[in-house]
């Protein structure tokens, strides 16, 4: 177990599946927690069952809103006066032939699953820099080792893709600033998100418990010194390694 007593972390995402299965964890190691989903009474309801309850701020944060992103690192400052990690947990699922794709639904599987990873880890590299180190972990997606892109999810891989490659690049630019940043890349995983697409809980065996990708969190925050781990694939012993996470019928017309 990660020694993260006195730890400042901001979860977002933290109503879900792996959010919610990484703040029990966390919430273990003794850490201070600031919850973030749009859900309030979720997040709440969550604090209630957590040992460290009174270590726990829940804030109402819709991530595509800069504006809400920008509130949820003042009010944790404002109560924590630091901010060591940073889980950038929240997203959402997208499952359309490309031709299909409703336009809304672009634009906010780019706002949540891209834009507020940039954007939240923009808001808290300079109080991270100043307090002398810190780590963003993004959970990106398993589907980033997948090329070409699974049929139907072209849109939220390739900005998984996108997300991995600024991670690398995060890397680089902050590790003279002792910042640390992890991608952790989940296989299929047992959560509200997949239940929502077709085929994927067809072979139950394919899919991993959050818990899973919660411990991958936790070794990732447990290295001490100089070491950071960058990139973390948590991958099913079911799930072929040179095929799509996701199995898809050929649904092609020219197939
Ligand atoms: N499950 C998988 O198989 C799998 C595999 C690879 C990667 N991932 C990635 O893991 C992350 C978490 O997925 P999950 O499976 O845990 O999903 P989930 O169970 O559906 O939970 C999604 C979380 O994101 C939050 N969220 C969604 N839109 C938001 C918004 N606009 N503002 C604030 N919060 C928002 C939801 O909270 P509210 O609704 O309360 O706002 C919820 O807490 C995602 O980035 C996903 O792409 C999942």
């Known amino acids: 177990m990660a020694d993260l007593k006195e730890k400042v972390c901001i979860i977002t995402g933290a109503s879900g599946g792996i959010g919610k299965a990484i703040v029990e964890k966390l919430s273990k190691g003794g850490a201070k927690l600031v919850l973030a989903a749009r859900r309030l009474e979720v997040l709440e309801e969550l604090k209630k069952s957590l040992t460290n309850k009174d270590k726990v701020l829940c804030v109402k944060c819709d991530v595509t809103k800069q504006k809400d992103l920008e509130n949820l690192v003042d009010t944790a400052l404002k109560n924590f006066k630091k901010i060591d990690v940073v889980v ?22 780019m706002y949540t699953n891209y834009f507020s990873y940039v954007m ?17 972990v ?31 690049g995060l890397f680089w630019e902050m590790r003279d600033f002792g910042i640390k940043i992890t991608s952790i890349f989940p296989g299929v995983t047992q959560t509200p998100l997949t239940s929502k697409l077709k085929e994927v809980s067809v072979d139950q065996s394919r899919l991993m418990e959050p818990e899973a990708i919660a411990d991958t969190v936790m070794f990732a925050l447990s290295q001490t010194g100089n070491v950071n781990p960058l990139e973390l694939a948590v991958i099913n012993q079911q799930t072929p390694w040179t095929k799509p996470v996701i199995p898809f019928k050929q649904e092609h017309p020219q197939e």
């Open 120 to 136: 939240l880890s923009r808001l808290v590299v300079n109080s991270m820099k100043e307090n002398g180190g810190g780590h963003i």
């Open 88 to 109: 950038n947990g929240a997203g959402v699922s997208s499952q359309h032939p490309f031709w299909e794709q409703p336009l809304e639904d672009i634009e906010k599987v």
């Open 138 to 168: 993004n959970i990106t997606s398993g589907s980033v080792m997948v090329d070409p892109p699974p049929r139907n999810f072209i849109v939220y891989t390739s900005l998984k893709v996108a997300l991995r490659a600024f991670a690398k």
